[in-house]
């Protein structure tokens, strides 16, 4: 994920990969340096999800999918 973003970084900063910039002046160029990175935007999303559907009255669907668990393991 950080290397997908990373190349799409450098993509919008018009910096071929062989020119070999380093992260952080790519990230200067975007001003998006000292943000949060891909996977923490990721996590902080899922979080706010889980804590939304926690919320969820029992017998909405995505509670009722999030609390189950499967009763025993299917045969091959």
Known sequence: MLSTEMN???RSARKPWMERIKNEHIKEVMG???KPDI???IEKKR???YS???R???ERIPK???DWIPR???ER
């Open 32 to 34: 998006v340096k000292g």
């Open 47 to 49: 979080l706010q999800w």
């Open 8 to 10: 799409v970084l450098s």
């Open 56 to 58: 969820m009255p029992e």
């Open 72 to 74: 025993e393991r299917r």
């Open 39 to 41: 996977i923490d935007i």
């Open 64 to 66: 009722l999918i999030m």
């Open 52 to 54: 939304h559907v926690k």
